[in-house]
Structures are given as structure tokens and as C-alpha cells.
């Protein structure tokens, strides 16, 4: 749907998550499509979960993730106080 579709965008990370924006503007999380699945001679080798670099990514990664979720939040509750219920 996002390939064909009209008003679809997509944004990357340096880390390599990707966000979907729909044409109503919703963000949509989600992960790139590397190819990995149908071409496992292009896979790199596996990184080794103790090394030094991999901690630090997955710090990055928490971070960054969330910042996201603070940004939801206040956004669902800017939208609350705006949009109250009709009772």
C-alpha cells in the first residue's frame, strides 16, 4: 500500500528504523526491509552481543524509542483536551 498508494511516505534512521506516514498524517512504526530473507549471501555476519559498539547502538535504540513514545503521549494528550468527550 505504501509503494502504490497515494500520499504514503516513509522516513529512515541512521540506525535503520523506519517510520510510515499515512495520507491522514497518523506515523507508523516499523522496521527497513533489508532483503535478508531472500538473499542470506548478502547478510553481514553476526555481531557479537558483548562487544562494545552493540551496547551502545541498543542505548541509542532506547533512547530514541522512547523519545518517540514521550511524543505520542503528549500528542494523544494535546488531541484529549481539544477533542473532549460529548458527555
Avoid at 5 to 20: A, C, I, K, P, S
Wanted: hydrophobic share 30%; proline share 9%; charged share 25%.
Amino acid at each position: 500500500m505504501k509503494t502504490f498508494g497515494t500520499g504514503w511516505r516513509d522516513y529512515q534512521d541512521e540506525l535503520g528504523t523506519v517510520f510510515f506516514q499515512s495520507p491522514t498524517g497518523h506515523m507508523y512504526l516499523g522496521n527497513a526491509y533489508t532483503g535478508h530473507d531472500l538473499f542470506t549471501g548478502l547478510r553481514p555476519p553476526p555481531a557479537d552481543p558483548d562487544s562494545l559498539s552493540r551496547a551502545r547502538i541498543d542505548d541509542i535504540r532506547a533512547c530514541h524509542a522512547g523519545t518517540i513514545k514521550r511524543a505520542a503521549r503528549r500528542a494523544e494528550e494535546r488531541w484529549n483536551v481539544e477533542n473532549p468527550p460529548p458527555f
